[in-house]
């Protein structure tokens, strides 16, 4: 099983980004795929998720400027991520599972892809 992380960048406050989770190895469309970041010093935190039957879910800071989304045919699920603030800068990680009944812990998560840094600054 392998999950590949993608899409990071160094953007200005207020800038867009869209990071891309490419799975291979799974039958993607069972699983419930979770977006974490980890700042510098930082625990591991949630930032969304979205399950197999499109049911999608997102940490309150990033309520109304981020968007989860799949591509079943792609084996692939975006994050799209408006409105950066510098506080959004972080390793960003995707996660994946079959059976994730409470998608912020990331211990529910038995596959997890490298990282892909998000800086936002100016």
């Known amino acids: 099983v392998q999950l590949q992380a993608s899409g990071g960048g160094l953007v200005p406050p207020g800038g867009s980004l869209r990071l891309s989770c490419e799975a291979s190895?799974?039958?993607?469309?069972?699983?419930?795929i979770g977006w974490f970041r980890q700042a510098p010093g930082k625990e591991r935190e949630w930032v969304s998720s979205i399950t197999s039957t499109d049911s999608s879910s997102y940490e309150d800071s990033v309520k109304g400027r981020f968007v989860i989304s799949r591509d079943n045919a792609k084996n692939t699920v975006y994050l799209q991520m408006n409105g950066l603030k510098p506080e959004d800068t972080a390793a960003y990680y995707c996660?994946?599972?079959?059976?994730?009944?409470?998608?912020?812990?990331?211990?529910?998560?038995?596959?997890w892809g490298q990282g892909t840094q998000v800086t936002v600054s100016s």
């Open positions: 190895g799974i039958t993607f469309h069972y699983y419930t």
């Open positions: 996660a994946a599972d079959i059976v994730v009944l409470r998608p912020q812990e990331p211990h529910e998560y038995g596959y």
